[in-house]
């Protein structure tokens, strides 16, 4: 049996890192538990904190059934430390290391790099938690309020996941920077969350959606790029990680779809061919198109900050160092060093838009970006087919990557989604056609009102077509105390 496959769910903790003999770091992490118990239960899900939760728990790391459905109380989930099972003889398999063994302890020289990748990945797992835990007040389902609680308990664990490798592998600051990821808050003015994106609310259920299915992407492209590292403990992290983050991103597409799906056929029922008469529209009480589209533009731009400037040289020293790839960098077939290789980078030069070649090292943030906007294009495309089959003109878009930016190339110029550069004037005047107004915040914060009946949906999203674990449609995914 390779080495990480036996899972000792009986601890505390769950694990198949072999805590029961790792007395230190046990110790370490069982002090750190009721903290994280506390930050829990202070900046976890408002209320719903007694209620019985249909939740899938990981228990193993084969991938053919590694999780259990049942129904938990939500501060009594298991929040387990799963690695991958070792891969043996495993080779660092890019950068100056390249066909080095892989490391299985940190490497002194790239240590504190090392630390900051995990702990700025470690960061982001408990802000959605945060950034998201009103919601449940105001969920369209029982089935969305366990998929929103679900999502929570899962960063809960990823969480975990980053804490492990800090508590095993860094020693006092390990333990320091794991205090830290409970002390800090979404946010918060003084003492917020590293990453712009992970400070901003999410307001609503449209929000929630967009989130799941471009900011929890992002999340998968950073753990697809870490699961590549030649620190063999991240990788392991990581790629366990990545089978809990699909289910994520299939909350988003798919409500995000749900509600497209209502919106079209009640503009249907009632006869309304324009997308853009929004007084119609909202009079059905479904969320209009072009409201949609302002909600996408937010979360894509917001999103597209997390991958950081499009040249860097911290995201080429990682590299080099071995431990930061490229998304599936395995199945790349270049060199995987890069000394002489370039890249197309969209960059701003004297208030224009151009594409310059750069050395391919210095634009890595812009080549996982690029493979994330792949992704993401492919998602929107599913989503423009439920508007076709409406018959209904109106195609939702990808704003250009250069809208709304906050950092990078970009951030210190306004163009509209289409690309087009605006002075400061005009971006005032036209922002509200690009970015959700207060107004469109009201309406759709008027729509928020929970359905907490078995089986039944709020009026402006469709049910889904399955349920979670193949249940029938009235199951009572959350029995609410
Ligand atoms: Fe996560
Ligand atoms: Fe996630």
């Known amino acids: ?55 899938r728990t990981a228990i193993g790391v084969d991938p053919t059934g590694w999780a259990v459905f049942d129904y938990v109380k939500m501060p009594e989930y298991k929040w387990g430390i799963l690695l991958a099972p070792k891969v043996e003889g495993r080779k660092i398999p890019f950068g100056r290391h390249k066909g080095e063994p892989a490391w299985q302890e940190v490497p002194g020289e790239y240590r504190a790099m090392l630390r900051r990748l995990i702990v700025v990945q470690g960061d982001t797992e408990p802000a959605s938690v945060e950034q998201q835990r009103h919601l449940g007040a105001t969920a369209p389902s ?37 205090e830290a990821l409970l002390e800090r808050r979404s946010g918060d003015a003084d003492r917020p969350r590293i990453l712009g994106a992970f400070n901003e609310a999410t307001p609503d259920w449209l929000s929630f959606f967009m989130f799941t299915f471009f900011t929890d992407r992002d999340g998968k492209m950073q753990l697809e790029a870490l699961a590549q590292s030649g620190f063999d403990p991240l990788s392991r992290s990581c790629r366990f990680m990545l089978t809990e983050e699909a289910h994520h991103m299939f909350v988003g597409a798919t409500g995000v779809q749900r509600i497209l799906q209502r919106t079209v056929s ?32 937010l979360h894509f731009s917001l999103t597209l900050d997390l991958f950081g400037n499009e040249i860097s040289t911290n995201a080429a020293n990682a590299f080099e160092a071995g431990l930061k790839g490229r998304y599936r960098e395995d199945k790349l077939t270049d060199d995987h060093q890069l000394h002489n290789a370039t890249y197309p980078v969209l960059r701003c030069v004297s208030g224009r838009i151009v594409e310059e070649q750069v050395p391919a090292l210095s634009a890595l943030n812009m080549r996982l970006r690029d493979d994330y906007v792949r992704e993401v294009e492919a998602g929107v495309a599913r989503w423009n087919q439920v508007i076709a089959k409406g018959n209904i003109n109106f195609k939702l878009k990808l704003p250009h990557v250069a809208f709304n930016r906050a950092i990078g190339e970009f951030s210190t110029i306004h163009v509209d989604p289409d690309g087009n550069i605006l002075d400061d004037a005009a971006w005032a005047a036209r922002k509200s056609e690009f970015l959700p107004s207060s107004d469109d915040g009201a309406y759709i914060a008027d729509l928020m009102k929970p359905m907490f009946e078995r089986g039944r949906y709020a009026g402006w999203i469709a049910p889904p077509r399955v349920g979670i674990d193949n249940k029938p449609g009235d199951f009572e995914y959350v029995r609410i105390v």
């Open 1 to 55: 049996m390779p080495e990480g496959m036996h899972v000792d769910y009986d601890g505390l903790i769950p694990n198949n890192v072999g805590l029961a003999q790792d007395l230190r770091v046990r110790k370490a992490l069982e002090t750190w538990h009721p903290g994280y118990i506390d930050w829990w239960k202070e900046m976890g899900p408002v209320g719903f904190q007694e209620s019985l939760v249909y939740l």
């Open 142 to 178: 029982l089935y969305d309020l366990r998929n929103l609680f679900q999502v929570n308990v899962e960063e809960g664990r990823h969480l975990w996941q980053m804490v492990y490798l800090l508590q095993k592998y860094f020693g006092a600051d390990g333990r320091e920077e794991a």
């Open 266 to 297: 009640a503009m249907n029922e009632a006869g309304i061919e324009d997308p853009y008469d929004v007084e119609a529209v909202r009079r059905l009480g479904v969320i209009d198109l072009p409201v949609i589209q302002k909600k996408l533009n």
